[in-house]
């Protein structure tokens, strides 16, 4: 495994340890020895975004999963993934989704069971031979 994909895999471990009380990418960055500029630099040549988008995504996609998946409050939801006020969650989920958090539990409420847990073995592919990086 090549130093970037190292880092990639405990950068991921870090985000997914951290929905609820998000890092900032300076904190993300030092936790992992590294400057903030190095970090981008690795996120980059592994094929994604920048690593506060990564994360913003990555929460609203375990926000996803809680919405269809659990009985909390949409408030509730948005604090889960470490979102302070429950009007910037509702913008980012528009952002992220399309649609608001309400509109998505409406639409998808208990469907099928779904995980409620992000591991960092969902990111395997990113290792993988065939991957830019």
């Not at 950068?11 to 030092?30: I, K, R, V, Y």
């Not at 592994?46 to 999963?65: H, K, S, T």
């Not at 980012?92 to 998808?108: L, Q, V």
Request: net charge positive.
């Amino acid at each position: 495994m090549t130093d970037d994909h190292y880092l990639m895999r405990e950068a991921l471990a870090l985000m997914e340890s951290n929905l609820s009380e998000p890092l900032l990418t300076g904190e993300l960055a030092a936790y992992l020895g590294v400057s903030s500029k190095k970090l981008e630099r690795v996120f980059r040549r592994c094929g994604f975004q920048l690593p506060a988008r990564f994360y913003l995504d990555l929460r609203l996609e375990r926000a996803r999963q809680l919405l269809r998946g659990s009985s909390l409050r949409i408030d509730e939801v948005g604090r889960n993934c470490g979102f302070s006020s429950a009007s910037h969650f509702s913008r980012c989920y528009r952002e992220f989704s399309g649609h608001s958090p309400r509109e998505e539990r409406k639409t998808h409420a208990m469907q099928a069971p779904c995980r409620l847990h992000f591991h960092c073995a969902d990111y395997t592919w990113l290792f993988s031979a065939g991957h830019p990086g």
